[in-house]
């Protein structure tokens, strides 16, 4: 249990130490320091946990006392599922810290950005370990927090402002979700606890309405929080943010909390057939329109954020057939080899001042580091055999191909098939849009003025390490039994074949296209449609900004013009009585006297008047 509480408090406390000091030099030692301690603590408390090992965890006191109901407490656990995602989070996390202290060498907010990755850190251990619900809110919310300020790092660029903002208030508005089902389960089961509330949803203690209820208020957060359909804008205009801050927060922990959440409680998913069919039908649509969006972006980073978006939609795709280890394998296999691309993003950014396609080009030679690491990393992202995208994508499109074969898994099987078919066409898409990227950035002539150059060692390690992650974690992720004692999904030759060919021929026909300049060209005139995302964005300001902005326009205006008039008038009110009677009280005795006379005779003259 003491580890359980390092893994969350070391890091913590590097944020703590690592704000309070000035000196860059110290900042880093801090920053790197304390992530690779809570990298090492966690390998000793996570390591153990893996395959069918016991799940370790307690709880300390009730909070408030009787004065809750149910009552709440500082509840941790650890299984071979949370020590998976832990052992991934602290390596990213140590990498990030590591490639930042070069990619950041001459940013004067330096030691702001090592702490909140810290307290980042912290609050991604405290979602991947907490038994108690609201001790997962307070992760869950200070990575919401936490991900505001880092893509607002460079404050002074207006689209990181509005970037930060846009996923602040749509991940906050899906979090609403998650507090009322939180409130609602614990109503029903007496207990914030995950392992009570799921033991109770096995014994059927909870009504199938609760069930269903829960299920998708817990899928809305998740739909926020992963950015998938319908509130999946915010993702691709966080990316202004620094390139480690995408690689941390966007491919390898905040974005998979979703996956995460919606995993951890899927005994709950797996009993509502309407929760299951939701998680399967977005899915759907994410993994296929995000794919589509990429083909046609001229950022790098944005097509990378796309890219994002539909791989996390595959886990969910691998939820809603019920396969938690495809699902979670693919995340973790994701976090490698999407980190790896936001670093090496990074890299080229750095060293030809922009992530636009417009200014790279080229790069092959200049970038020989650079260019092995981010081969491999789009190899293992489109699924190339044998890095561990090809094995964990297939793993899942096979699982949602048995369970329609077999008709007993928590989806209709019309989903299931529906599933196995999004997913080839998105795997074809992957592969179009990754080889255009790596033409676009390593083939052809030099598009850019910047003399380009490799990255310095302390940015190319980290990269390196994770290209080894990329290679060899497919294979030992569905090892058999890894995650709790659950079988493996098994390769279906049919899958891996057929999926072969269609990334091979799909990246050689890219590949020729490419040969007389950019192939998203050859789009015509669906490319501007996929560009703008199908508009998605200028609906959304349409139906739901500029209304909100105009109501409260319309608030102000009645606070300036109605309810403070009331107060400005009785406060002129005030004053001009106030003004009377200074100037009856002037302190001259004569006039006092004069005013009282003339007083007098007037209600003489009056009451002569009334008599007669």
């Known amino acids: 249990m003491i580890g359980l509480v390092l893994v969350v408090g070391l890091p913590l406390l590097a944020a703590l130490v690592g704000a309070a000091m000035t000196d860059r030099v110290r900042v880093a030692l801090v920053a790197v320091g304390g992530a690779a301690i809570t990298w090492i603590v966690t390998v000793v408390v996570a390591v153990p946990r893996l395959g069918e090992a016991a799940p370790v965890g307690g709880s300390w006191g009730h909070a408030w006392g009787n004065l809750t109901a149910p009552a709440l407490s500082f509840a941790l656990r650890a299984d071979s599922m949370s020590a998976a995602l832990l052992l991934l989070a602290a390596t990213v996390a140590l990498l990030v810290q590591i490639y930042s202290v070069a990619y950041l060498a001459e940013d004067e907010r330096y030691r702001a950005y090592a702490a909140i990755v810290s307290l980042f850190a912290a609050s991604m251990a405290a979602v991947v370990v907490a038994d108690d619900l609201f001790v997962l809110l307070i992760g869950w919310e200070m990575m919401g927090v936490c991900s505001y300020l880092l893509i607002a790092h460079y404050s002074e660029r207006a689209d990181a402002r509005d970037g930060a903002a846009k996923a602040f208030l749509m991940t906050r508005t899906a979090d609403i979700g998650l507090l009322i089902a939180i409130i609602v389960l614990g109503q029903a089961t007496d207990s914030y606890r995950i392992s009570d509330i799921l033991d109770a949803t096995a014994a059927g203690k909870l009504s199938s309405t609760t069930i269903t209820v829960t299920a998708l208020l817990i899928l809305l957060a998740a739909v926020g929080k992963s950015a998938q359909v319908p509130l999946h804008t915010w993702l691709p205009d966080a990316m202004p943010g620094p390139a480690p801050v995408s690689a941390l927060i966007h491919s390898a922990t905040m974005v998979a909390a979703g996956v995460y959440l919606v995993a951890r409680m899927h005994p709950l998913f797996a009993e509502s057939r309407t929760a299951t069919i939701a998680v399967g039908l977005i899915a759907v649509v994410t993994m296929l329109i995000a794919a589509a969006f990429a083909l046609a972006q001229d950022d790098l980073k944005r097509v990378l954020a796309w890219s994002t978006v539909s791989q996390l939609a595959y886990m969910f795709a691998a939820l809603s057939v019920g396969s938690v280890v495809a699902a979670i394998s693919h995340l973790i296999a994701h976090g490698a080899f999407k980190a790896l691309l936001f670093l090496a993003a990074g890299a080229v950014a750095q060293a030809v001042g922009s992530t636009a396609f417009a200014d790279m080009g080229g790069l092959r030679r200049a970038m020989p580091w650079t260019f092995w690491t981010t081969t491999l990393g789009l190899a293992a992202l489109v699924g190339l055999v044998p890095l561990s995208g090809f094995f964990t994508k297939d793993a899942i499109i096979g699982a949602a191909y048995d369970a329609g074969q077999s008709g007993v898994g928590p989806a209709p099987v019309w989903l299931d098939q529906l599933i196995v078919a999004a997913a080839l066409v998105t795997a074809a898409l992957t592969a179009a849009y990754a080889t255009r990227a790596w033409l676009l950035v390593f083939a052809g002539e030099r598009r850019g003025s910047a003399e380009a150059y490799e990255a310095p060692a302390l940015m190319r390690w980290p990269m390196v390490a994770l290209t080894v992650a990329t290679v060899f974690l497919g294979v030992a992720v569905l090892e058999p039994g890894w995650l709790g004692g659950a079988e493996a999904e098994p390769v279906h030759a049919w899958i891996a074949v057929t999926s072969t060919v269609i990334l091979v021929v799909v990246a050689g026909l890219t590949w020729l296209l490419g040969r007389t300049g950019d192939p998203a060209t050859r789009l015509g005139p669906l490319r501007p449609v996929l560009a703008r995302e199908f508009g998605i964005d200028a ?65 003489a003259v009056l009451a002569g008047v009334s008599a007669g």
Do not use: E, F
């Open 539 to 603: 609906a959304y300001d349409r139906i739901a900004v500029r209304p909100t902005v105009r109501a409260a326009d319309l608030v102000l205006r009645t606070d300036s013009d109605v309810v403070d008039a009331y107060v400005r008038g009785a406060s002129s009110g005030a004053m001009t009585a106030s003004r009377l009677l200074r100037w009856a009280q002037n302190h001259n005795v004569q006039t006092y006297v004069t005013v009282a006379v003339l007083g007098v005779a007037l209600a």
